[in-house]
Each structure stands twice: as structure tokens, then as C-alpha cells.
Nanobody
Framework: VQLVESGGGLVQPGGSLRLSCAAS????????MRWYRQAPGQERELVAT????????NYADSVKGRFTISRVNAKNTVYLQMNSLKPEDTAVYYC?????WGQGTQVTVSS
């Protein structure tokens, strides 16, 4: 299993980013996918979940209404669209499936 995140970076408060996670080594369309994040000195936090077919999603209260998780099974890729970003969204964002983690991508929200 390999999960490769991309799309992180530095953005001003109120800005947007879209993270991508390219998956390989398993039957992507059979698994729910998750995004987590971990800020310095904090525990890893579940941000969003999407079911295998993409029909159902769940979000942490802290990101509801601002973040959207989606997937394209034909591309073995899951996305996290992040809008109205806040400084407290600063963290390393990780893709997760069935016990496997990606390497993470840094998101920094700062003016």
C-alpha cells in the first residue's frame, strides 16, 4: 500500500487549498478513506471520512462547512478541498486507509 499526499503549502487566512492523495497497492474502490491532521504538540485528529463509493462523508466539527472530502475511484485519488482556512488549520495532513498512512503534507495558514 502506498499513499502519496500533495497540495500543501503556505496560504493566508481565508484562502483555499486542495490536497490530493494518490493511492496504490490495494483495491481503492473497496475502502473508505480518511484525512487526518496533526498540529505541533497536538494529537493526530480525524478531519474527514468518505465511504468507498463516495456516497457518504463525515467531518470534524472544526471543519464542517469549510472542508469537502471527495474521491475519484477511476484515478485512485482522494481529495480534501479546504476553504476559509484559519491559522488553527495549520498542521501536517495525512491520508489514511486500513492501517496505512501517507507521509503527510504540510499546510500552514499565516499572514
Amino acid at each position: 500500500v502506498q499513499l502519496v499526499e500533495s497540495g500543501g503549502g503556505l496560504v493566508q487566512p481565508g484562502g483555499s487549498l486542495r490536497l490530493s492523495c494518490a493511492a496504490s497497492g490495494f483495491t481503492f474502490s473497496s475502502y473508505a478513506m480518511r484525512w487526518y491532521r496533526q498540529a505541533p504538540g497536538q494529537e493526530r485528529e480525524l478531519v474527514a471520512t468518505i465511504t468507498s463509493a463516495g456516497g457518504s462523508t463525515n467531518y470534524a466539527d472544526s471543519v464542517k462547512g469549510r472542508f469537502t472530502i471527495s474521491r475519484v475511484n477511476a484515478k485512485n485519488t482522494v481529495y480534501l478541498q479546504m476553504n476559509s482556512l484559519k491559522p488553527e488549520d495549520t498542521a501536517v495532513y495525512y491520508c489514511y486507509v486500513a492501517g496505512y498512512w501517507g507521509q503527510g503534507t504540510q499546510v500552514t495558514v499565516s499572514s
